[in-house]
């Protein structure tokens, strides 16, 4: 799939500097509402951290965050397109959006031109997670398993473990989101789960040592990307040139840190 980033209001103190401007000082920049969009593609199934949600639309969290950066080095205003997981990729090939964000081109299906591949950015870490009265100790070989049943999210696809699920070794057992994933494991519903494991700490923040899920083990590590839209009417070298500008590696440490 914790408390939600907020703004200090300072209304008193830009009154008082606008009454002071002397009259050849720059003009103020243009309204938000001015700037060209910039439509992002957002899966309705990204958890917190990555993904705060008011009335159905983002406010708040790290994919939101890095989206909101994008935007700004754009000088465009971002427009959230939310989308089941199923129609996301279909929507990005389309062009119904010119970017979506915190993907990676192996969870693409066919191929996908270099020119619409973003720099890289978040690394994302999948791990297995166990209840805490689980009889799983030590990692476990997943390939030895037969029929074991594994937490998944409805539509994702889990590369490395899709061999063992296709042979039976693995069974998915899906659910719409991480965060549902996880509240079937808490339930005793599956023995273990495939999650994200800044989903999984702050799953745990705030519960007992008793109630909290374990990551048993790494199943994967994921260099995410911002990915192009197939037809936009942004040019791509525009959108990668932004995109460059967010992708620093001191920035995103930065960014990766407020969530941890």
């Not at 899966?43 to 700004?72: I, K, S, T």
């Not at 080095?73 to 119904?96: I, N, S, W």
């Amino acid at each position: 799939m914790a408390a939600k980033p907020g703004l200090r209001g300072v209304a008193g103190l830009l009154g008082l500097a606008c009454w002071l401007a002397p009259a050849w000082a720059a003009p103020a920049a243009a309204p938000a509402t001015s700037k060209p969009a910039l439509r992002f593609i957002v899966g309705e199934d990204w958890a917190w951290p990555y993904l705060a949600l008011r009335n159905g639309r983002p406010v708040g969290g790290l994919a939101f965050d890095l989206m909101e950066q994008v935007a700004r080095a754009a000088d465009a205003r971002p427009v959230y397109v939310m989308l089941p997981p199923k129609r996301t990729q279909p929507a990005l090939h389309a062009g119904e959006a010119e970017l979506m964000c915190m993907m990676a081109p192996k969870w693409v299906a066919g191929p996908l031109p270099a020119a619409r591949i973003g720099p890289p950015m978040v690394v994302l870490e999948d791990v297995l997670a166990v209840t805490p009265g689980s009889v799983h100790g030590a990692p476990l070989d997943l390939a030895a398993q037969r029929g074991l049943r594994v937490g998944t999210v409805l539509g994702y696809h889990y590369q490395e473990l899709g061999p063992l699920f296709e042979a039976g070794q693995l069974v998915r057992d899906d659910a719409a989101t991480q965060q549902g994933v996880l509240e079937k494991l808490a339930r005793g519903r599956m023995p273990t789960a495939v999650v994200d494991r800044l989903v999984l700490a702050q799953y745990n923040r705030g519960r007992t040592q008793e109630q909290r899920l374990h990551a048993l083990q790494v199943v994967s590590q994921t260099v995410t990307h911002c990915l192009l839209g197939g037809a936009t009417q942004w040019p791509a070298e525009r959108l990668q040139q932004a995109l460059r500008a967010v992708a620093d590696r001191a920035a995103m440490a930065r960014l990766l840190q407020r969530y941890r």
